[in-house]
Structure formats: structure tokens, C-alpha cells
């Protein structure tokens, strides 16, 4: 089991930066994969970025790509998501998760992901 929280999110304006972070407990963190997705109000919970085990491969959808940059410190047990250059459709709950890794590779899919965080808001104004 692998509880995960999410912070950093809130009210920022068009062009600004956030830095989401995801602490992670009980079972050894360096053993998952970590991702971020998003969910904007009446849309479904989309892939944002994603990270292998040890932090040498990420992938990003296209809309954050050049703007969003995900990183980990196993030593810490935390996943970031730095976010520059913020938009008014990147607006959205953000959420963090962890899937079972089989080597160094990272996940695209929802259903790659066994646990997830709660979420945190983000707000960007235009």
C-alpha cells in the first residue's frame, strides 16, 4: 500500500508558475512509477506527465510539453510537478499516482496506476 498526498496547487495568474509536490508512504517509493494527471470541471482525469523508478526517463502529453517538468527524489519519497508558463486551460485538479514498475520505464495510462492521491486544485486566471 502506498498513500500519496498532493500539495502546492492554488490561484495563479496566466504566465505564472506553481510547483506541485507528492509526498508517498509505506511500501519502499523508489519501487513505483510516478505520474501526474489533471481533471478540469466535466472533462475526464487525463494524462499529464509521467517518470520511471529512478528519474532517467519522463514523458509528457503535448499541451505541457516545453512548459512542465516532473521530477523525484527517491530519498525524500517525493514526486514534483514544476509548472511555468501556466495557462487558463490548465486549470484543474491535479492528481499524482504510483504504478507498479517493471524496470526503468514510465506510464501513460490510468489503468497503469494502482494509488492515488487525493488531489490539488490549480487555478489559473486570465
Known amino acids: 500500500q502506498v498513500q500519496l498526498v498532493e500539495s502546492g496547487g492554488g490561484l495563479v495568474q496566466a504566465g505564472g508558475s506553481l510547483r506541485l509536490s507528492c509526498a508517498a508512504s509505506g511500501r519502499t517509493f523508489s519501487n513505483y512509477a510516478m505520474g501526474w494527471f489533471r481533471q478540469a470541471p466535466g472533462k475526464e482525469r487525463e494524462f499529464v506527465a509521467a517518470i520511471s523508478r529512478n528519474g532517467g526517463a519522463a514523458y509528457y502529453t503535448d499541451s505541457v510539453m516545453g512548459r512542465f517538468t516532473i521530477s523525484r527524489d527517491n530519498a525524500k519519497n517525493a514526486v514534483y510537478l514544476q509548472m511555468n508558463s501556466l495557462k487558463a486551460e490548465d486549470t484543474a485538479v491535479y492528481y499524482c499516482?504510483?504504478?507498479?514498475?517493471?524496470?526503468?520505464?514510465?506510464?501513460?495510462?490510468?489503468?497503469?496506476?494502482?494509488?492515488w492521491g487525493q488531489g490539488t486544485q490549480v487555478t489559473v486566471s486570465s
Open positions: 499516482a504510483a504504478a507498479d514498475a517493471w524496470g526503468y520505464t514510465y506510464y501513460t495510462r490510468r489503468q497503469d496506476y494502482k494509488y
